[in-house]
């Protein structure tokens, strides 16, 4: 029998495999998540969640555009207190949950962390990085200043590890990455969304109304595996990598630059929750064929020049 084991430490955070959904992909219910679980996650990550409920913005909120997939969701969700049941139901069936939230105000974000620490959730994402929002402080991940101020707040209060979910529309990741690990982040998951957009040369107008929305799918693999990559080497705690991953391929390559695991979003309403069972299994494969026995051994690998 062999030795092989896809089991991944993240800050503490100990996963069935290295693969997670990317927050707001089949986060809103538990029932959802539980089969994001059943599709083969390691762990499964909440829609984030804000101090009350959000309808988010008008339609359309998400289109398909070449390569990937552009949203505008606006934040939509029931409120970190509402949600504390789903996330205590997870629990109930041994499912690790992390919760993902955000704030309009440094206050919100001590409070809405609270409550998902509260709730047991096993990891907390702290999303300083919505392109989708402007008054409610969606991309306060822009500057490494307020990054480490919300990040040392969200510490004070919170048990379980904390995640910074950053953006990569910024000039400096690698200063914003820091800056967080400076606040005493346990992880950083990189990245969320590219800020784009698409008109209809019809109406002359363009398709999202909120006009602009974050970009995600293939499309970005390559601006946020050098993210990742960036990332791992400015900081000394476990990076999560994210974007357009939708192949065990794509999964490896995160790893090699340095990212401990990874989240998939897109390629799951692409090719349905069993994606997140194969991605796993194509990894076991990799390990298998190079003769591996751990996932640790292949993180960071391209880096050894
Ligand atoms: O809800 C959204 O519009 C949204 C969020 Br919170 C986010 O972090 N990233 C994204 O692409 N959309």
Same mark, same amino acid.
């Given at each position: 029998?062999?030795? &092989?084991?896809?089991?991944?430490?993240?800050?503490?955070?100990?996963? $069935?495999?290295?693969?997670?959904?990317?927050?707001?992909?089949?986060?809103?219910?538990?029932?959802?998540?539980?089969?994001?679980?059943?599709?083969?996650?390691?762990?499964?990550?909440?829609?984030?969640?804000?101090?009350?409920?959000?309808?988010?913005?008008?339609?359309?909120?998400? #289109?398909?555009?070449?390569?990937?997939?552009?949203?505008?969701?606006?934040?939509?969700?029931?409120?970190?207190?509402?949600?504390?049941?789903?996330?205590?139901?997870?629990?109930?069936?041994? #499912?690790?949950? @992390?919760?993902?939230?955000?704030?309009?105000?440094?206050?919100?974000?001590?409070?809405?962390?609270?409550?998902?620490?509260?709730?047991?959730?096993?990891?907390?994402?702290?999303?300083?990085?919505?392109?989708?929002?402007?008054?409610?402080?969606?991309? &306060?991940?822009?500057?490494?200043?307020?990054?480490?101020?919300?990040?040392?707040? @969200?510490?004070?209060? /919170?048990?379980?590890?904390?995640?910074?979910?950053?953006?990569?529309?910024?000039?400096?990741?690698?200063?914003? /990455?820091?800056?967080?690990? $400076?606040?005493?982040? *346990?992880? #950083?998951?990189?990245?969320?969304?590219?800020?784009?957009?698409?008109? *209809?040369? *019809?109406?002359?107008?363009?398709?999202?109304?909120?006009?602009?929305?974050? &970009?995600?799918?293939?499309?970005?693999?390559?601006?946020?595996?050098?993210?990742?990559?960036?990332?791992?080497?400015?900081?000394?705690?476990?990076?999560?990598?994210?974007?357009?991953?939708?192949?065990? +391929?794509?999964? #490896?390559?995160?790893? &090699?630059?340095? /990212?401990?695991?990874?989240?998939?979003?897109?390629?799951?309403?692409? +090719?349905?929750?069993?994606?997140?069972?194969?991605?796993?299994?194509?990894? +076991?494969?990799?390990?298998?064929?190079?003769?591996? $026995?751990?996932?640790?051994?292949? @993180?960071?690998?391209?880096?050894?020049?």
């Amino acid at each position: 029998m062999s030795q &092989l084991s896809l089991t991944v430490d993240v800050a503490g955070l100990r996963l $069935r495999n290295p693969v997670m959904n990317a927050a707001g992909v089949l986060g809103m219910s538990a029932p959802l998540l539980k089969r994001v679980y059943e599709g083969g996650a390691g762990a499964v990550v909440t829609k984030s969640l804000g101090p009350v409920q959000r309808m988010g913005h008008h339609n359309p909120t998400l #289109i398909s555009v070449e390569g990937g997939a552009l949203n505008a969701m606006g934040l939509p969700n029931p409120g970190a207190k509402y949600f504390v049941n789903a996330i205590r139901e997870l629990k109930g069936k041994g #499912i690790p949950v @992390v919760a993902s939230f955000f704030g309009a105000s440094f206050e919100d974000f001590s409070e809405v962390a609270g409550i998902l620490s509260d709730s047991g959730a096993d990891a907390l994402e702290l999303n300083v990085s919505c392109p989708n929002v402007e008054e409610e402080m969606g991309m &306060l991940g822009a500057d490494p200043v307020n990054t480490e101020r919300v990040t040392a707040i @969200v510490k004070e209060v /919170a048990e379980p590890p904390v995640f910074v979910k950053l953006s990569p529309n910024v000039t400096d990741i690698s200063e914003i /990455a820091r800056a967080a690990e $400076r606040g005493g982040a *346990d992880a #950083i998951t990189a990245v969320n969304t590219l800020k784009g957009m698409a008109v *209809d040369v *019809d109406l002359r107008k363009p398709i999202l109304t909120n006009v602009t929305g974050g &970009l995600s799918g293939p499309a970005v693999k390559p601006v946020a595996l050098r993210c990742v990559w960036e990332v791992a080497g400015a900081v000394d705690i476990p990076v999560i990598g994210c974007g357009g991953i939708s192949s065990w +391929r794509d999964a #490896i390559e995160y790893l &090699l630059c340095g /990212a401990t695991a990874v989240e998939v979003g897109t390629a799951a309403m692409e +090719r349905g929750l069993d994606v997140y069972g194969d991605i796993a299994d194509g990894i +076991r494969g990799y390990l298998e064929e190079n003769e591996y $026995r751990e996932v640790k051994e292949v @993180v960071g690998l391209a880096r050894e020049a």
